[in-house]
């Protein structure tokens, strides 16, 4: 018998899911640098605009 390097999904219930490899739960975790700089960098590109529609 032949065994796959994949094992089935038993908790899958239609035959071709279980065929399918099981999900796979990555937690990528963004850091709060990469949060803090698109927020400065959007503040500043909406204050750019807002100062330049003004004068």
Given at each position: ?55
């Amino acid at each position: 018998m032949k065994r796959r390097l994949v094992l089935t999904n038993e908790a899958a219930g239609h035959p071709f899911r279980r065929t399918l490899p099981p999900p796979v739960t990555a937690t990528k975790v963004r850091s709060d640098d990469q949060d803090v700089k698109l927020f400065v960098l959007s503040f500043f590109a909406f204050f750019t605009c807002f100062y330049t529609l003004i004068f």
